[in-house]
Nanobody, 122 residues
């Protein structure tokens, strides 16, 4: 079993920055890919970014490419999502998730955090 905890959400103005973190407790962290997904009200959960277990592979949704950066520190069992140049359309609940490979499909991720709200005001 693994527990994923995501502090770091909040309210920020458009153009601002925010860093989300995802701390893993329980089973081995370093051998799993870590992903970030988000869900806005009335919309389906969508892929944001993913990083492979060793950090050598990263993938991003087109909507966040060039603005968001995913990273991980296996020594701290923590993954991060640095979000810059935030837009009102980035407003959503953000979830971190653990999976066996760096894919973009939510169904490939078996463990999920509780989610953290990110609100970007215009």
């Amino acid at each position: 079993q693994v527990q994923l905890v995501e502090p770091g959400g909040g309210l920020v103005q458009a153009g601002g920055s925010l860093r989300l973190s995802c701390a893993a407790f329980g089973r081995t962290f370093s051998i799993y890919a870590m992903g970030w997904f988000r869900q806005a009200p009335g919309k389906e959960r969508e892929f944001v970014a993913v990083i492979s277990w060793g950090g050598g592979v990263t993938r991003y949704a087109d909507s966040v490419k060039g603005r968001f950066t995913i990273s991980r520190d296996n020594a701290k069992n923590t993954a991060y999502l640095q979000m810059n140049s935030l837009k009102p359309e980035d407003t959503a609940v953000y979830y971190c998730a653990r999976g066996r490979s760096a894919t973009m499909r939510p169904t490939d991720f078996g463990s999920w955090g509780q989610g953290t709200q990110v609100t970007v005001s215009s």
